[in-house]
C-alpha cells in the first residue's frame, strides 16, 4: 500500500475479508500480484487546503486514525481526518508517531468490535505515554462509558453523530479535562463537513442518508447511528460538482439504505432523480450507491440505469435470507417471492446490471429447509457477488433473545455450503464473459511493468496488461481474456 492510501487504514469486516464498499474485491490471481500504487493528488480539495492555514488552531500535533468496518465508516473518517487538518493538526502513518490516535469502530458482528478492544489492549503498558487515545464510530456509541472502565488509557468516546463537536472535545481535553464524550444520537444533522480528505483520488464518497428507520431485529445500526437523516439536494449536488471540479470521476453515494433517501427541502428530489442530478454533473463519469433496501427498490431506479450511462450498472441489494419464514423473523418487511420479483425487474433491463447481495446464515430459528431456501435463491437470483456472514447476535436487538440458536459449528458448516455454491455459480458466469470488451477505471498498478487493475462499471476487478505506462485513473478498454470466481483478467484493447 502506497504511503496515501495507508494513512487511513481501513479494515473490511464484510465476507471475512473484504468490505461493504468493495464489492468483487478479491485477492488477485497469483500471476497478476496488483497493489495500489501511491496515489499521487494530496487528497485534500482545494478549498480545503486554503482552511488548514486559515485555522491552525492544532497547531501541528499529530493524529493517526484507523477505520474499521463499513465504507460508511471508511469515509467519517475521511470527514474526521478533514476536520483536523482542517484546525492545523497533521496525519501521521502510525499510532506511535501520533499524539492523538482515534479508531473508528464497528460493531456489526461481535468479532468486529472485538478487534477495537484488541487494539487498545496494546495501549495497556503504554498508559503514561502521554498520548489521547480515542473510539469513534458503532463500539463508541454502543458501548459509552463503560469503555473508559474496561480501558481507562481511553480519554475521548464519541459517536458518529457528534463528530462535529471532535475539535471541542479535543480542546477540552488540553484545558485539563481527562475524559470527554459525544454520545448524542438525535441530532437531525447530518455529519457535514467544510472540509473532506479524501484517500482515492478517483472515487468520491458522500454520504447522502445518515441512520436507518428499518428494525430488522439481528442489526444493530438503528442503535449506532441513529435515526434516518437525509442531506438536501442542492447540497448534496454543491458538494458533486466541487468534486468533480477537484477532478474526481467516480461519485459513491453512500447511505445504509441509500435508496431510502428522502430530500429533506422543498424541491423533494427522489432518490432516481437525485442520481440523475449527480450523474448529469459536467466531469462525473460514473456514479455508484450503495446499500439499497429492497422494500424501497422501485422501476424508477431501475429506469435511471437504463437510460443514463454514467450510473453504474451494479445494483448491491441484500437478501439476507431465501426463507420467507426467517426474513419475517428478521423483520424485513417482502418475502422471498416479492425480493425475487425486484431481481427479475433489475434483470429485465435492456443492458446487463450486476446484482450482489448480503446473506445471514443461521439466524436464530433457522432450519435446515430454510437454510435450503437460501441456497436455492442463489441459483434463482444468480448474483455476481454474495458477502455472507455467521449470525452473531448484538446488544440492543430483539434477536439476540430469540429462542433455537443455531450452534457455532452448524452456522460454519452452511457458510462454507453456501459460499462453495457461490463461488461455483460465479465461476460459471464469469466464463462467459470472455472475449467481451469493457471500460475500467485504472486504480491500480502492478510492481511488475506492464500490469494493471480496474473496474468495470459493474464493479468487478477487471486485472489487465497494457504497454503503455501511465494509466492510473484513466478510462481505458480492455478485453477479458481470463475468469475467475472473483475477478477477470485480460488486456487493453489499443
Ligand atoms: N450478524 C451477522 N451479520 C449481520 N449483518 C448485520 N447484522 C448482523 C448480525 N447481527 C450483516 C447483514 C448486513 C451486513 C452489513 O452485515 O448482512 O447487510
Ligand atoms: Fe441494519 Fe436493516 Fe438498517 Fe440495514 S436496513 S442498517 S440491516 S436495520
Known sequence: MGPLASRIRAHATRGGSSDCGKLFDTPMPPSI????ESLTRSGLEAPAAALVQAQPSGQGATFYIETFGCQMNVHDSEKVAGVLLGRGYLQVDSPEAAKV???????????????????????????DSGKIIGVLGCVAQQEGEKIFERAPWVSLVCGSASYRKLP???????????????????????FETEVTRRDNPYRAYLTIIEGCDKTCSYCVVPFTRGPE???????ILEEVRRLADAGYTEIQLLGQTVNSYRDPSSRRVSFAELLAAVAAVAGVRRVRFTTSHPRDFGRDIVDAIESIPALCDHVHLPVQSGSTRVLRAMQRTYTREEYLEKITMIRSARRAISVTSDIIVGFPGETEQDFEETMTLLEAAKYDG????????????TAQHMPNAVPDEEKGRRLIALQTRQRDIQTAHNETLIGQTYEVLVDGASRRAGQWAGRTSGNRVL???????????QYIQVRVTHAGPNSLAGEQVI
Open 33 to 36: 500480484d496488483v497493489r495500489l
Open 101 to 127: 490516535v482515534f479508531y473508528n469502530t464497528c460493531s456489526i458482528r461481535e468479532k468486529a468490535a472485538h478487534k477495537v478492544f484488541s487494539r487498545l489492549g496494546e495501549f495497556r503498558t503504554r498508559k
Open 168 to 190: 471541542e472535545l479535543l480542546d477540552e481535553l488540553e484545558a485539563g479535562n481527562h475524559r470527554v464524550t459525544g454520545l448524542d444520537k438525535d441530532t437531525d444533522e447530518t
Open 229 to 235: 437523516r437525509s442531506r438536501s439536494s442542492a447540497l
Open 386 to 397: 454474495v458477502f455472507s456472514f455467521q449470525y452473531s447476535p448484538r446488544p440492543n436487538t
Open 463 to 473: 486485472n489487465f496488461t497494457s504497454p503503455r505506462s501511465d494509466l492510473l485513473g
